[in-house]
């Protein structure tokens, strides 16, 4: 991937625009509706390495405006990270949709090793903490993200 991006960077007939999202996130796909049905389900949910561990996040509505804007405006090549919510703590993540079921919440915290065994080498990226920023692309497309978890979970 990155061979072939370096590649259509080069191309005097392209001007390539990256969009790095973040963890992408909706009310019924990926993390969240996962965490929903284990606890309505009273399963632990099992974290990677930490609950501490931060995650960048853009909800799906938001990442599909900043491809449309990208798409649209004329910029010159560039990278743009797509985020919304900077740096979300996974446990703060489990707890607002606790709120939203609810019903209490169980962590069971696993180790990466563990992780990577049941699910490939992919899972040890969940224990990563990070924090990323959408200035860039908030400034240069004018890219308003409207669905924040950080937000409704208190971490503003």
Known sequence: MVNHRARLARSENINLTTIHPGIVWSETSGF??????????????????????????????????????????PTAATDYFGVTDVGCIVKTLIRHVARKVGKPARIEP????????????????????????????????GWIPTRVIGDVAGLG
């Not at 180790?111 to 860039?136: F, I, L, M, N, P």
Request: charged share 20%; hydrophobic share 40%.
């Open 110 to 141: 696993i180790s990466v090793t563990q992780a990577v065994v049941e699910k490939g080498e992919w899972a040890a990226g969940q224990a990563r903490s990070q924090k990323v920023v959408s200035s860039k692309a908030k400034g240069d497309l």
């Open 32 to 73: 969240y509706a996962q965490y929903r049905s284990q606890i309505e389900a009273r399963s632990p949910i099992r974290v990677t390495g930490s609950s501490e561990t931060l995650w960048p996040l853009v909800h799906v509505d938001d990442l599909a405006l900043l491809y449309s804007l990208a798409v649209t405006q």
